[in-house]
């Protein structure tokens, strides 16, 4: 096929996106030239984050519909990778609380994702803003919690893919106009098949703070993984502090212990942060900071499932288990790329590979 009925090809699946806003069954190809005009030629103003893999931009289609514009890195490999398993992914995910994946781009050695726009940016951008975060009362910050529980449902037990995110943390959970949270960023996500018993991998990625122990020390990984992932983001919602930053702040172990801490000796609404307390009961403080707990407990066997998690928010009657001890993580970066992922990188923004050499626990 010829350089100009390949454009033209384009150029038709571009323009049948911009007429209907909707996804086709097989994703649309965007011409480069159609991204270039809805970001206005990749204009620094339009930007709305930055990372490893590359830069992400607001853009707008001639039809007004408004798109967020991944444009991967050319000098990263890994870039492609994650290119590659994005589409394999989450072009085949159809959920509410899942971003859509709207069309790319291959142009060269250009490589283009094009998502839903989220007008809200990301959860990190409120739960960790002091300003930001005033506007989150208790009815927004359960609606938060519940959507992102049922995403992850979809993702491991009712999406055509059984899939594992691997990086779910506040800056991958994007929100909509109306607050309602869609996680987002599937380049580090795995396929877990039904019949694999430990599946592991030697490339351990990810973002500090919210690796489980066993996927940090040997690379084991399950739907646990996520829900591990999931109580941390709780947990952090809840308290108005960030899990890997929180030493530094109160000379103490982490947020994981503090919450502990504070659920053993019955100080729940003290861990809680200071503009919920006013909006939410201690009943309900103390039962989610009990749903927090249970999903980062240290052995993977001992942490609720998706289905029980969803089943306890959604349920106020069911009585909820007791946790142990959950679990303490300490990671040591060997590489300045591991220490880069501690950051708050805003939305949109894939973390880069994280290399851990050393986890101690408790």
């Known amino acids: 096929m010829g350089t100009n009925a390949t454009s033209m090809n384009n150029e038709t699946a571009a323009a049948r996106l911009e007429l209907n806003g909707e996804r086709d069954q097989d994703l649309p190809m965007l011409s480069f030239s159609t991204i270039e005009t809805a970001t ?82 990301s959860l990190d951008s409120f739960i960790f803003d002091s300003t930001k975060r005033k506007l989150l009362d208790w009815t927004k910050c359960t609606k938060i919690i519940e959507g992102i529980a049922q995403g992850l449902l979809y993702l491991h037990k009712y999406s055509r893919l059984r899939i594992i995110h691997c990086d779910l943390k506040p800056s991958n959970i994007l929100l909509d106009s109306d607050m309602t949270p869609k996680i987002s960023d599937f380049g580090m996500a795995r396929i877990f098949e039904e019949n694999e ?56 172990s982490d947020l994981v212990g503090y919450a502990w801490n504070s659920w053993k000796e019955g100080k729940h609404t003290e861990f809680m942060d200071s503009t919920l307390t006013i909006s939410c009961s201690s009943i309900e403080a103390l039962r989610y900071l009990q749903i927090g707990l249970l999903c980062v407990q240290e052995r993977p066997s001992d942490r609720l499932s998706m289905p029980e998690v969803v089943s306890m928010l959604s349920n106020e009657a069911t ?36 290399v851990v050499s050393v986890i101690s626990p408790r």
């Open 40 to 121: 206005d030629y990749f204009a620094i103003r339009n930007i709305l984050g930055e990372g490893g893999f590359g830069t992400v931009y607001k853009g707008r289609l001639r039809q007004g519909q408004e798109i967020a514009v991944k444009r991967l890195s050319t000098r990263s490999r890994q870039g492609i990778m994650e290119f590659k398993n994005e589409i394999s992914l989450i072009s085949k995910l159809q959920h509410k609380n899942v971003v859509s994946l709207l069309g790319c781009c291959i142009h060269g050695e250009e490589n283009i994702l094009v998502y839903e726009y989220m007008s809200n940016n």
């Open 197 to 252: 018993s430990r599946p592991m991998t030697k490339r351990i990625v990810g973002t500090y703070g919210y690796m489980s122990p066993e996927y940090a020390r040997e690379g084991l990984y399950s739907e646990k993984l996520d829900v591990f992932s999931f109580g941390i983001i709780v947990l952090e919602i809840l308290s108005g502090k960030r899990n890997i930053a929180f030493c530094e702040t109160l000379h103490t």
């Open 319 to 354: 009585a909820l288990p007791y946790p142990k001890e959950a679990a303490l993580l300490g990671y040591v970066s060997s590489s300045t790329e591991g220490e880069s992922s501690k950051n708050n990188q805003g939305p949109w923004v894939t973390s880069v590979e994280s």
